[in-house]
């Protein structure tokens, strides 16, 4: 069966992103990954987990030898879930301790703001914090290749500021009503299409 949903967990064992006091990027979305796939279970959709490769690999011989690096390594792979969506999980961090609040990333396609719109109105529905929107991405910044690279809509998920206090403690209130959400936005998102 075709996925409806490719999981991809931002970051890797050996570069978790973003941390404070031991809480990182990678160890938090990865329970979040684990949690959203059963919880699609619940609304008759179906997700594949993507991790990210620890290490480059390498296309081609001789002159024509390129290095693959991990997280192109883990867009391929979410390109060949053939998955009809697909999110990126992370957590936001700034200089800014004052700097807060929710934010989806979209390639400005059709679809992906489409899918963008119907996470933010789940998520507004359900989890209490600082609504920044949907925002759109080009593909030379950074997460642009996630959002533009595979031919399904992408969106990457942005919840909180590791850096800022009521966030952290937030995205520990809040785990289990944001990955209700997430599916409660996947699940109208392909209602909308008719993909159920």
């Not at 050996?14 to 979305?29: D, F, I, R, V």
């Not at 997700?47 to 296309?59: K, L, Q």
């Not at 961090?93 to 996470?119: D, N, P, Q």
């Not at 929107?133 to 910044?141: D, F, L, N």
């Amino acid at each position: 069966m075709i996925p409806h949903v490719a999981i991809s967990v931002g970051h890797r064992r050996n570069a978790q992103g973003a941390s404070y006091a031991g809480m990182t990027e990678w160890l938090y979305n990865s329970t979040i990954a684990d949690m959203l796939k059963e919880e699609l279970v619940k609304k008759d959709l179906v997700g594949v987990i993507v991790t990210r490769p620890e290490r480059a690999s390498y296309r081609g011989t001789g002159g024509d030898r390129t290095r693959v690096s991990p997280y192109m390594r883990q867009i391929d792979d979410v390109t060949k879930t053939g998955a009809m969506a697909a999110i990126d999980l992370h957590l936001n961090a700034a200089e800014s301790k004052w700097a807060r609040g929710r934010l989806i990333l979209s390639s400005g396609s059709t679809r992906s703001l489409l899918l963008g719109r119907h996470l933010r109105t789940a998520l507004n529905a359900k989890v209490p914090a600082q609504d920044r929107g949907v925002q759109t991405r080009p593909v030379g910044e950074n997460g642009g290749a996630f959002l533009h690279v595979p031919p399904m809509p992408c969106v990457i998920m942005e919840p909180w500021f590791l850096s800022n206090a009521e966030d952290r403690q937030d995205l520990v209130w809040y785990q289990s009503l944001y990955v209700e959400a997430l599916a409660d936005g996947l699940r109208t998102y392909f209602s909308a299409l008719g993909a159920l």
